[in-house]
């Protein structure tokens, strides 16, 4: 397999000003395309380091990517580097002089010498064009490696990568395999619990040549399982058996498949395809629950409505939770999530409703209610109960899991699972 590096130049990224989704998209589509992105580095906007960076990289990876410092002001220097390190003059491109030109004039803004200054590039390199912004790309070729210099927009980047960086991958390195990747999505269960006590031991199947990595998040886990081919259907066919296995193993934890599929679409079109409508009664979520579900394009089919009940006050006026209630219990109780749930579910005259209460944190926890623990009504066409969880001591991982188990238990009393979040225990008056 053919090794790639991944250069991402810019003291913004350095310093933390702006966050480099560049890198890992970039690399995502390296392994897609059947290489093995071997290094990852982010360099300060400074000619010495981008030479070397750019230098050492070549020397070890048959094909560099680069990101940044293409741009009009005086630290964008990425352009003339590359064309020191490659002994050779930066020259106007009428090609990208021209496309600047035009998007200018659509715009209907004067074009600077700045700007002009972009079209120029390394004598002899192919341009790669930018049809979305203004600084092109350049392509270069050395005996073992291959350069691409590309714009740090990440909307210019990605349109560069998916036409001219995607075409000289397929004309210059036809002996790839493609390599195909399913994503398991998982809700309600941990990362030793699905791998420990679910899905159990996969060494048959990594020896058969099969990747297969857990990827831990508040919202839960993805299983990712990748196997190379020499065509895109042959990878597909051989990671069948794996997935297969998989699946049968995690059982209910499974809520589908695919890297952006989320849990609210999913519980989304549950609800859609049962002519079912929810609506939400939430306080230590803060209206994140309805959030989430509406989210998802075509959510008002489903989604009724929701309330913020935050304070005492508020439950009491909008839901109609009694005072005694709240004296005796507290808001973080069994009986008020039980309340919430039902009288939300009236209030919007939903088929569901699904309440949260309790202590976010990082304070307000007691030696009886710590910081982490919520209680989670259900009110699901008369079904009616709640679940009680301890989560974190962080505030908003505590705010994340409490959305993703109210929304996994939803989904798995649709399809009529027996199953619980967490091996959570429903509780009812």
């Not at 230590?284 to 989210?295: E, L, P």
């Not at 699901?380 to 001591?393: M, P, S, V």
């Amino acid at each position: 397999m053919m090794n790639a590096h991944i250069l991402s130049i810019g003291d913004e990224l350095l310093i933390g000003d702006t966050v480099n989704t560049n890198a890992a998209w970039i690399g995502r589509f390296l392994t897609e395309h059947g290489f093995r992105v071997e290094e990852i580095r982010t360099i300060t906007d400074e000619a010495g380091a981008i030479r070397h960076a750019i230098r050492s990289a070549m020397d070890r990876a048959a094909l560099v990517i680069t990101t940044g410092g293409l741009g009009p002001t005086h630290d964008d220097i990425t352009m003339q580097v590359v064309a020191e390190l490659f002994d050779r003059e930066l020259v106007l491109s009428e090609q990208v002089l021209e496309q600047i030109e035009k998007q200018f004039s659509r715009r209907n803004i004067e074009l600077t010498a700045a700007n002009r200054d972009q079209a120029r590039v390394p004598e002899g390199s192919e341009i790669l064009d930018n049809t979305q912004g203004t600084a092109p790309g350049v392509w270069l070729q050395t005996e073992h490696s291959a350069l691409a210099v590309l714009p740090g927009v990440p909307y210019e980047m990605r349109s560069i990568m998916e036409s001219g960086v995607s075409e000289k991958i397929r004309q210059g390195f036809s002996k790839l395999q493609i390599q195909a990747t399913r994503y398991l999505k998982t809700a309600g269960v941990t990362e030793s619990m699905l791998s420990s006590q679910l899905v159990g031991n996969l060494d048959n199947y990594l020896r058969e040549g099969n990747g297969i990595a857990y990827l831990p998040s508040p919202s839960g886990v993805t299983i990712r399982i990748s196997r190379s081919g020499n065509s895109r259907e042959e990878a597909e066919e051989r990671l069948d058996p794996v997935v297969e296995h998989i699946r049968g193993k995690a059982g209910d934890a499974v809520y589908g498949e695919g890297r952006d599929l989320s849990l609210s679409a999913v519980v989304g079109k549950l609800l859609h395809e049962r002519n079912l409508t929810i609506a939400t009664a939430e306080s230590c979520t803060g209206g994140r629950i309805a959030d989430t579900i509406t989210n998802v394009p075509g959510s008002g089919d489903y989604f009724s409505g929701g309330m913020v009940t935050y304070a005492y006050e508020a439950k009491t006026r909008q839901l109609g939770i009694p005072w005694e209630i709240l004296r005796e219990h507290g808001a973080v109780s069994l009986e008020v999530a039980l309340w919430m749930a039902r009288e939300v579910s009236k209030a919007f005259d939903a088929d569901v409703g699904i309440s949260a209460t309790g202590i976010a944190g990082p304070g307000g926890g007691t030696s009886a209610k710590p910081v982490g623990t919520v209680w989670m009504g259900f009110w699901i066409e008369g079904r009616h109960f709640a679940l009680k969880a301890r989560f974190t001591n962080d505030r908003n991982i505590n705010k994340e899991r409490t959305v993703m188990t109210t929304l996994d238990t939803l989904r798995r009393q649709l399809l009529g699972f027996d199953s619980f979040p967490y091996d959570l225990k429903p509780q009812t008056l």
